[in-house]
């Protein structure tokens, strides 16, 4: 991995959020992309909104397609095995309690977009640390499908009145943002061009998030 882990520490302790680029070693991320250009069509799902028996498809807040990412594919196993030392260290450094790490690659075929968002509700869900990584070479700024991400402050706005992103992240290969899940509300733009990122979530133990994590 040819990321710091105690720069990903600081900024998430000082910012809470921390955009990377050439996050990980070039083999690691060649060997992403071959994978997930190899997928078969029947092989992504489209995405969905919420989980479990919540989960529901809303092709009006996201029309991206969805692959989950399990150590049995060896490229995706280099990729978990990145993630899993950086679950270590920011446990060690921030004593974040994290669990476990569950993730999956996503496509926006030309088109697709995901409306402005949060990965988790405050309180109600056990996913605390958001990554997404992109695998996307020689992106241009025609191709759209920018990352835009908000501040927390939710303030209100009036009609017309469009907030300004604190950070706007072009998904080009090696590029990874790191992000405190229940912080940033982010979006993504429609894409011009097939696009390929790889999200992933770390969970603390659903017994410390105060609720009943629901039977999956
Ligand atoms: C997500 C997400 C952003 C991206 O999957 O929750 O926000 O840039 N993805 O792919
Ligand atoms: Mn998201």
Known sequence: MSISIDKVADALSEEGYIVIPYALDVDVLRGLQQRVGSLSSEQWLSAGVGRNTSYQQNKKIRSDKIFWVSKDDPQESAFLQDMELLRQG????????????????????????????????RGRSNRVLSVILYLNEGWLAEDGGELLMYSDHQQEHREGHQEEPIQRVVPELGTMVVFLSEKFPHEVLESHRQRYSLTGWFRINSSQSGRVDPAS
């Open 90 to 121: 920011l446990n060690q450094s921030l004593y974040m309690g994290l669990f476990d790490f569950e993730s999956h690659f996503a496509t926006y075929p030309k088109g697709a977009y995901y409306q402005k968002h949060v990965d988790a509700l």
